[in-house]
């Protein structure tokens, strides 16, 4: 069964980190770009940030810029999303995704563009 999986979400304070994974089943990220969606509670999902295949380039949405950042590494097949100084407005359940393309696409937050999701998984950040 081909599916991605997203691992370490949690309960975190305020200012904390916390380091999300996407890993792929029954086939290989190489060739996918990597994106990663949020849905807080009563708001649309939202694109947070993508990686190209080869991991050289990579995109933010603007209230995550400096905070998160976006990485891979194919040789263990992952991808990840370290959330640094998080803020209770990044609570939200959080998805990754995954584009079978190689280089790089502008329009990487259009949902339709991506093969593969994740369940999702919750993070939330309160004190």
């Known amino acids: 069964q081909l599916q991605l999986v997203e691992s370490g979400g949690g309960l975190v304070q305020p200012g904390g980190s916390l380091r999300l994974s996407c890993a792929a089943s029954?086939?290989?990220?190489?060739?996918?770009?990597i994106g990663w969606f949020r849905q807080a509670p009563g708001k649309e999902r939202e694109g947070v940030s993508c990686?190209?295949?080869?991991?050289?380039?990579?995109d933010y949405a603007d209230s995550v810029k400096g905070r998160f950042t976006n990485s891979r590494d194919n040789a263990k097949n992952p991808g990840y999303l370290q959330m640094n100084r998080l803020k209770p407005e990044d609570t939200a359940v959080y998805y990754c995704?995954?584009?079978?393309?190689?280089?790089?696409?502008?329009?990487?937050?259009?949902?339709?563009?991506?093969?593969?999701w994740g369940q999702g998984i919750q993070v939330t950040v309160s004190s």
């Open positions: 995704a995954a584009d079978n393309v190689l280089g790089w696409r502008d329009g990487w937050k259009r949902e339709y563009l991506y093969d593969y």
């Open positions: 029954g086939f290989t990220l190489d060739y996918y770009a």
């Open positions: 990686i190209s295949s080869s991991g050289g380039s990579t």
